[in-house]
């Protein structure tokens, strides 16, 4: 059987720029659509209902971290040249990082999760799993990093499948409070 390695031995540590770049849950959202298409601050601030002077803030903020980056210069609609930016599909598994981002950090994935499931409504639900598992330390951890092995492997060849339907989703495991 394969050993895996373990999830911090796999993803480096973030910094505490990056950490507060995806502190938010409209730059997670940002990052999404991005991800999905190249688009302009002016196509983001109006899918997102923003003002585009905010828009154009949260945006250097994931340029600056190189989550976001420049696309190529479009000619739009109106004749007008665009500048749009997509997502560089870096990865952003910040597991306990987010926690040095202050007490919203680490639910702003959360919060962009929820923002997302309700506009797109709820028969785009594709599936749900809600569990409680008793687990040591080191089960815990090969439970994640089974899981982000998994999604790993098809992150990486996400390219390879741009012409079927996009697929968002979430994985969280907390300690219960009990």
Known sequence: MKEHKSAEEERPAASAREIKALAHP?????LRLCGLHE???????????????TMLYHVRQLLATGFLEPAAVRTG??????KPYRS?????????????????GPLAPVDAFREELTEAGPD??????????????????DLLTRIHAVLSEYTASDRQRSEQPAYGGIFVL?????
């Not at 785009?124 to 951890?141: K, Q, W, Y």
């Open 174 to 178: 907390h300690r219960s409070s009990d």
């Open 124 to 141: 785009a639900l594709a599936s749900l799993s809600r569990f409680v598992l008793h687990l040591s330390e080191g089960d815990a951890e």
């Open 26 to 30: 409209l730059r997670l959202r940002i």
């Open 88 to 104: 560089t599909g870096r990865s952003w598994h910040l597991d306990t990082a987010l926690g040095e981002a202050g007490p919203d």
């Open 39 to 53: 688009l302009t601050n002016k196509q983001l601030a109006d899918r997102l209902g923003q003002d585009p002077g």
């Open 77 to 82: 609609e109106s004749g007008a040249l665009e």
